[in-house]
């Protein structure tokens, strides 16, 4: 009997589970780092214990210690979530010598499945189909490469104890296989202390289809249908969805039933996911196992009705698997929609900041957020970026979809870059909707993923002018409250108007979106109802009035009326940044302040600054050495991913100011270069 749960874990999975065990009436211990010490998983917890610094290794990672402190508190059993230990045999074995229940499989199970070049020999033993590929220990480059030869390019390298997309890369030719080697073994060894490298051949159609499976001790097997993954960026999931779309009754069954044949294959017990490649003409081939609950979990609870950590802690109790096979049903249709801390038009490299504004959505019975943080959380360089997973339910994938956007468009967070834009710009995409699916989605679709959004007519008509209102309504309630001028019970945004008295003047506004000014001229005016202003937008006049206004929650809000037609909006601003959304409205700008100098930057270094906090891995040339265009010439790794540093034109690389291994900071300058251009004036001087 589970009385008391250790949750081994942080963020939105600790939350998620901390909810199940409370409703349960399971009492719950978190976990936290320093990082972590006002974290949301900490304060909904019954209990907490401190395991150190903020790196994970120093925290999360330390197994004995989570026992020590579980061994203290009196603990039954321990969640592990998903990441961090939760793959771990060794952990699992460590609770059971230490009689504590481990929410999960067997040791042996995980040790099965940990390998991927094990996993691929179990399951053609058990007869579940695969991908062609090399599967065996002989790790030497020529054994490796010569496998990719014979089975033809594209191949798949991928990290035997790996996961998430870690340690993986796609090889396209014979002359890119040894770069791509060494940095996927490179990749591998950080992340899992492992280089074992598999190599498969790469399917350029095949969707991803994944089988929620179950198992419980008494030798009983079920599986709760299936997910489709198949939208990807990294080989880390974006969107999916549940059920798959177009998929027959008959596939279905087949690989639901190949699913539990794996599962059976290493005497599984609890939740588990097969991960398949389900080809064009309906073939399917084993990817791996997932010996956890997965991220995307809660589109299979939301398509079952089923509360899939419940059904953990009663299979980790003994009993029996809640619902046989015939007594599951699979009703509507989900979609999860991952929100991460990350610019998608840089490569989706991850943002580090602070939540100034986090508002999602209203949930609901067709609407759910997964998240472990709140607004004033930092988003860390510790620990993976997601911020949130949104997930939606439809009586129809149509219905969903539909629910999805709506979503999507009432999901405002301003402090760090997010891929909400983008989650939109995939959503809506003609392929996405009519369920063209494959792993390869962003890659074929990548210009209108991330074609150059353009202001549309309703954006120049309606929006810029409120833009420019909530510049000047905030710009002038800011000197009134600098100078003092209105009574302290007096709203300020009723003074807001020009900014000298009885004056009748314009003046200019520049506003930068999306790296894009405009101009617009203001005209100052004032009627006997209240100020008013004239905006002009190129060829466009509008009229414009209007203010800063309190809301009920105590919130202030901006009241706008642009040629008779009236909205609220709601903004944030940070540093000079502002937001402005409402329900079909969200849009950024800057307020470009006059008599700003040139700040044009003619230096050579100017295009080498670190993207983030980061490490640097390894510097791949020689100071003074001569590169080409495009060539790596250093690599650093930032939350867990590596991001290659690459020269922008033919030239040399004079010096580097770090080293492998050191620690650097987000914006600090990594290395000096000079173009071929500068070189030859150089010595011609």
């Known amino acids: 009997m589970i009385n008391k749960l250790l949750i081994a874990n942080r963020g939105e999975i600790a939350c998620r589970v901390i909810k199940t065990a409370n409703a349960l009436g399971v009492k719950t211990v978190a976990v936290y780092s320093d990082a972590d010490a006002n974290a949301r998983h900490v304060a ?31 603990v039954d059993a321990i969640h592990p979530g998903y990441g961090f230990l939760s793959e771990n045999a060794d952990f699992a074995k460590l609770c059971a010598e230490n009689d504590i229940i481990f929410v999960g499989p067997p040791a042996s199970a995980i040790e099965a499945m940990g390998s991927k070049s094990a996993a691929k020999h179990i399951m053609e033993k058990a007869g579940v189909p695969l991908v062609p590929g090399y599967h065996g220990d002989e790790q030497d480059e020529a054994v490796l490469k010569a496998a990719a030869d014979d089975m033809g390019y594209p191949v798949l390298l991928k990290a035997a104890a790996g996961g998430g997309g870690k340690g993986m890369r796609q090889v396209w030719s014979e002359k890119e296989f040894s770069q791509a080697l060494s940095a996927a073994k490179r990749e591998s060894m950080a992340s899992f202390g492992d280089d074992h490298m598999l190599v498969e051949k790469y399917l350029t159609r095949p969707r991803h289809v994944e089988i929620q499976v179950f198992c419980d001790t008494l030798g009983n097997g079920v599986y709760l249908f299936e997910r489709d993954c198949s939208v990807q960026r990294r080989h880390q999931k974006i969107i999916e969805e549940a059920p798959a779309p177009n998929m027959s009754e008959s596939i279905r069954k087949q690989m639901g039933e190949a699913a539990i044949l794996a599962a059976k294959a290493i005497n599984y017990v609890g939740a588990g996911t097969v991960e398949f490649l389900l080809d064009e003409d309906g073939s399917f081939y084993f990817m791996e196992m997932n010996t956890r609950l997965q991220v995307e979990h809660p589109v299979t609870e939301m398509i079952t009705r089923e509360d899939l950590v419940q059904w953990q802690l009663t299979i980790a109790e003994g009993k029996p698997i809640p619902k046989q096979q015939d007594e599951l049903t699979l009703t509507g249709h989900a979609f999860e929609a ?12 991850p943002s580090t900041g602070t939540l100034h504004l986090l508002q999602p959505p209203t949930e609901s019975d067709v609407v759910r957020v997964d998240t472990g943080v709140e607004q004033g959380d930092e988003v860390s360089v510790f620990y993976d970026p997601m911020i949130a ?6 009586e129809s994938r149509e219905v969903a979809l539909k629910r999805l956007l ?23 995409n003609e392929a996405f909707v009519n369920a063209e699916l494959t792993t390869t989605f962003v890659e074929k679709h990548h210009d209108a993923l991330f074609a150059a959004s353009q202001p549309s007519a309703q954006y120049l008509g309606v929006t810029l002018p409120a833009m420019a209102l909530l510049a000047l309504s905030h710009r002038n309630a800011l000197r009134t409250k600098a100078n003092d001028q209105v009574d302290k019970h007096l709203p300020v945004w009723h003074s807001a108007g020009a900014w000298r008295a009885n004056s009748y003047h314009n003046e200019t506004l520049s506003l930068i979106i999306d790296d894009e000014q405009f101009d617009i001229v203001v005209k100052h005016t004032q009627t006997v109802g209240g100020k008013t202003w004239q905006v002009t937008i190129g060829e466009q006049t509008h009229n414009i009035a209007g203010g800063l206004i309190q809301s009920d929650d105590g919130s202030t809000l901006l009241s706008a009326i642009i040629d008779d037609y009236k909205s609220v909006y709601q903004f944030a601003e940070q540093d000079g940044q502002y937001t402005l959304f409402n329900h079909d409205t969200h849009a950024r700008f800057a307020v470009v302040q006059p008599s700003l100098g040139d700040d044009s930057d003619t230096n050579h270094d100017a295009n080498f600054n670190a993207p983030m906090n980061g490490t640097i891995v390894a510097l791949l ?25 690459v020269a922008p034109q033919d030239g040399m690389v004079e010096s580097f100011y770090f080293n492998a291994g050191e620690l650097v900071d987000g914006g600090a300058t990594l290395l000096s270069f000079v173009p071929e251009s500068a070189d030859a004036d150089k010595k011609d001087a």
């Open 338 to 349: 991952r929100i991460y801390a990350e610019d998608p038009n840089n490569e989706f490299l």
């Open 621 to 645: 040339v020689e100071p003074g050495q001569k590169v080409e265009k495009g060539q790596p010439i250093l690599i650093m790794e930032a939350m867990k991913m590596e991001h290659s540093i």
């Open 406 to 428: 709506h979503a999507l468009d009432n999901y405002h967070i301003e402090g760090v870059s997010t891929n909400i834009d983008f989650l939109k710009r995939v959503a809506s």
């Open 389 to 394: 997973k949104l997930v939606v339910w439809g």
């Open 44 to 74: 909904m917890a019954d209990e907490a214990v401190y395991l150190g610094a903020s790196p994970s290794k120093e925290s999360y990672l330390r197994g004995e210690l989570i026992i020590e402190k579980a061994k203290q508190l009196g």
